[in-house]
């Protein structure tokens, strides 16, 4: 998970001008301004952000106070601001552990690019020494009823089956209005986040775990219930916040996302480590996938590129239905994976109310969702280094 929002995160401003900030790009940061002075008893724990406006102090000053703070324990992530910076007070800069520097004048944009990649820095460290981080994948169809939540419920139970923990995976119903998670898991959805109103910005673990339906072994759900107003109820924050607060929460978060772009997806998508497109194998639905992962990819500054997961693949293919490598030309690109076809199963799980992998174990939805997920995790966690799971 990289870091979703600036709420409630404490940063430390050394500069006269920076108070601005709180109004603008760091919005809902706990923004506090302090002396040069202050600097050389920063520590992590206490401060998440050190903002350093360079013009505003004597250059003297600030290379001793900069070189106290890296000779101390643990200084937090720093960025310092400036036009001209000398190179020695930026050599003193990178003593520093995380630290960055920011040429003025910068937009807000060039601001929060360089803070969440601070933040996300400092928070890479620390959970290298505290264990494996949690992740989050993001599961999105090309066109209305490609099977979005169907593979967004099955992969959230296979990653619970492969991790055999309590609560060590959480899936979230972003479709606020009238997701469909509950109803096909035969769940009650108990995140009734619009009666919170701007409460919902300031959630914590406590709220967030009243909020989480059990659905089985390992497998917590977050869903609201059905409520027209339900996008417009709910602010950018407080969807940023239960996201952030789920992957402290859990090793796992798969979030099942509407298609239609809110003011929160960007940044959904730019936290998540992975997003699937679910596409269906119909020529509009293939370009669609095409195009929206194109929209992501030009939309996403961390260079992200989504995975393209063909659904309901036939074992024989009758009619007009185009071939995989037909399939692969109107994508441009090789599927990352695909789903066979089981309407039997599929729809008996949700008459039945629950997941295929209960009612229907050996339908190939569950098969091929399990290869897809092992494949996925699998290169995550070599990639980590991480032990392999337990037998
Ligand atoms: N591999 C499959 N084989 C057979 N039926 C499937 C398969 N995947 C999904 N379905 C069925 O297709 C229908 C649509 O699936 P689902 O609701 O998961 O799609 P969606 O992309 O989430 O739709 P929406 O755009 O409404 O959110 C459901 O009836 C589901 O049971
Ligand atoms: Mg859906």
Redesign the pocket.
Known sequence: MTHWSLLGRRVLAIGPDLPALARGPLFGAALELGRLERLGEARAETTDLLLIDADGADEAALASALAELASQGAPPPTLLLGSRLPASLVRTLLRLPVSDVLETPFSDEDLLNAVYALLDAAGAQASAAAGPRSRCWTI??A???????????EAACALARRSRKDRSVCLVDL?LAD??TAA?LGATPAMGLASFGPAAERMDAALLAAFATPIGKGLDLLACPRDPQGFDEISREAVLRILEIACEAYDHVVV?M??HRRGWTLEVLAGSDEVLI?SELTVPALLAARALSEEIEQALPTGARPRIVL???ASRMFGAAPSLAEAERALQRKADGG?????????A??NLGGPISQHRPKS??VR?VDALVERIAGREERRAGAAPRAA
């Open positions: 999105m169809g066109v209305g009823g490609a099977g979005a939540t169907t593979i967004a419920i479709n997701g469909a096909y099942d509407p298609r679910i659904n309901r693949l789903v066979s076809s089981d309407w039997d199963a599929a729809a799980s949700v190939k939805i091929d």
